[in-house]
């Protein structure tokens, strides 16, 4: 009897354990789903929804994570995100052993999927939210992924782009198990070699350096080279890959070439069963036609990607760039009602992803005093860990101490910097004069030019002044030579020997001063985007404008708005 009850326990502990696990049919049909999402999305749907009604719970669960994904694919992201949610709930409540591979495989699936939805929400947020609480139940190349893909979205690209090339390194080239596909592993390489090429574009936009875009096309490259190499996808690949190129090309400034690669769109009808793919074409196109002034063309394109971002509500910064097109498309066609509502359009979304960030940004501040803290814990558990422990929290406190040291200095320099402007932009209007008979009257060594030239140089360059002529974007040495009735090479020899400046340097000098005055005189103006005002002074896009201004000032230019909004 006893043989027996042991028998009949040992049966059902076999059964139980075998509906932890998928079988061999049960893998080979969930594998399936992965390559029909992408070349066969409603048979994947349609099978998803069929496995999500089986007896076996595990197999159940893979059925609905794969519905959550069709969704996901199709960038319907809040249907996506709900059904998420609610999988995790069902698997937490469920009789599976939160110790099997399956529990963990199945969890780490749906937070992964889940923290991609919110990121692309623009919640980042809540996506490290989920990224903190699952931790241990994401496998550790995942998270750094992950990790990394915020790092970058919060503008630290040194340390996000390390964290995607130590996941990419550490990833394995998976041994291919039960129905896998050599494509489908190999898609995986290809899209994180995708990551990185759009995090050096992104970096590039902070430091300019050139370097970065070569970085970008070349990874860009090597991920279609993977999966052409395949014959995985073809047309959409060639379609991604020109997409990603005319970016590179549309910030290296050179918008006829971009606008060139993203006409080639029309090769590729492939595009438009991807709706969020079809937006980012619209987006670039809308940009280059913006900088190339076709107006009507940029309304046409950035209004039709505004309608498709109501379906997608993907990348709220993507968002900012077309309002901001339209906005300043608006403003030259002198249609100020429609300027005006995408202007404060504008400003409404920079609050709320200035205030997405900021909870972001405190959340990983004390996610890496965290990681900090752990390490040290790893260190106490060594030999002379009461030695270690005073090191590494005398070193803990230093790094914290010296960081709120550094940034009140920060803080009171900038402040610093600040008064000073106003304080001058006080005395400006009293001091011009007598600063120019200065400036005009000073003996100069070594001069090749005679005092006659000076003279009248000085004088033309004071009436361009007065006319505000320097706001012209045309304003280089070429065109102010020609005003003064004189040659490049004359007027470069007054800067240098008599200004003591390049001709760069006092057009700078004049466009900030502008500005500051302006800002200073003007609350509609304190109103503008950084585009709007980089405009108004000569420069073609912000980032320009936003170099020149902490060149002069030492500060930045939403840093110097916003005091002066509290000062005035």
């Given amino acids: 009897m006893n043989k027996l009850i042991f028998f009949v326990l040992l049966l059902v502990s076999c059964t139980l354990t075998y509906a932890q696990e998928l079988n061999d049919v049960e893998i080979k049909r969930t594998r399936s789903l992965q390559e029909y999402l992408i070349s066969n999305p409603e048979k994947a749907y349609n099978e998803a929804l069929e496995i999500s009604n089986s007896k076996n719970e595990l197999f159940s669960f893979h059925g609905k994570y794969y519905v959550a994904n069709y969704f ?166 060639k379609a991604l890959l020109c997409m990603r190129e005319a970016k590179s090309a549309a910030l290296a400034g050179n918008y006829l070439k971009s606008l060139s690669l993203y006409r080639e769109r029309k090769k590729y009808p492939v595009i438009k069963e991807n709706i969020r793919t079809e937006q980012l074409f619209d987006l670039g196109m809308a940009d280059c036609f913006h900088h190339l002034k ?134 400006a209007k009293t001091s011009d004069k007598n600063n120019l008979e200065n400036n005009t009257t000073e003996t100069l060594p070594k001069q090749i030019i005679d005092e006659d030239l000076i003279e009248k140089i000085t004088l033309g360059l004071k009436k361009l002044e007065q006319k505000e002529t320097f706001l012209d974007p045309n304003f280089k040495l070429a065109f102010v030579a020609k005003k003064l009735t004189t040659n490049t090479a004359y007027l470069s020899q007054y800067f240098n020997q008599v200004m003591q400046k390049t001709f760069s340097e006092y057009t700078q000098e004049l466009r900030i001063q502008y500005v500051l005055q302006k800002l200073n005189d003007a609350a509609y103006f304190r109103k503008y985007t950084l585009q709007a005002i980089a405009e108004e002074v000569g420069y073609k896009d912000a980032n320009t404008f936003v170099r020149v201004f902490k060149k002069q000032t030492g500060l930045a230019p939403n840093y110097y708005i916003e005091k002066l909004e509290k000062t005035l």
Avoid at 126 to 152: C, M, R
Avoid at 172 to 183: A, C, N, Q, S
Avoid at 337 to 366: T, V
């Fill in 294 to 427: 076709k107006v009507d063309s940029a309304l046409f394109y950035s209004n039709k990607y505004v309608r498709n971002y109501q379906i997608t509500k993907v990348s709220k910064e993507n968002l900012l760039m077309a309002y901001n097109i339209l906005t300043q498309c608006y403003n030259e066609r002198k249609d100020t009602k429609n300027a005006y509502r995408y202007a404060k359009k504008s400003l409404e979304l920079i609050q709320s992803i200035e205030g997405i960030k900021n909870n972001s940004l405190n959340f990983l501040h004390n996610y890496d005093l965290n990681i900090i803290k752990e390490e040290s814990n790893k260190i106490i558990a060594s030999k002379d860990y009461f030695k270690i422990l005073l090191v590494s929290i005398s070193i803990i406190l230093l790094i914290v101490m010296f960081g709120f040291y550094y940034y009140y200095k920060l803080q009171k320099e900038k402040h610093s910097r600040f008064l000073k402007i106003i304080q001058n932009l006080k005395e």
């Fill in 72 to 237: 996901y694919n199709k960038s319907e992201l809040i249907r996506a995100k709900q059904l998420l949610v609610k999988l995790i709930e069902s698997i937490e409540k469920s009789d599976i052993p939160k110790s099997s591979k399956g529990y963990q495989d199945l969890i780490g699936m749906c937070i992964n999927k889940l923290f991609y939805v919110h990121k692309n929400l623009g919640e980042y947020d809540t996506a490290l939210w989920y990224l903190d609480k699952y931790k241990k139940k994401v496998p550790n190349n995942h998270f750094n992924e992950q990790y990394g893909s915020i790092k970058i979205a919060m503008g630290d690209y040194v340390n996000g782009i390390t964290l995607l090339k130590k996941e990419l390194k550490t990833t394995p080239h998976l041994k291919l198990g039960v129905g896998e596909k050599k494509i489908m592993n190999n898609k995986l390489f290809a899209d994180k070699y995708n990551s990185i090429g759009e995090a050096y574009q992104k970096y590039y936009l902070q430091s300019k350096k050139v370097v970065f875009l070569d970085s970008a096309n070349y990874y860009f490259n090597a991920a279609a080279t993977i999966m052409l190499k395949d014959n995985f996808y073809p047309e959409y690949t």
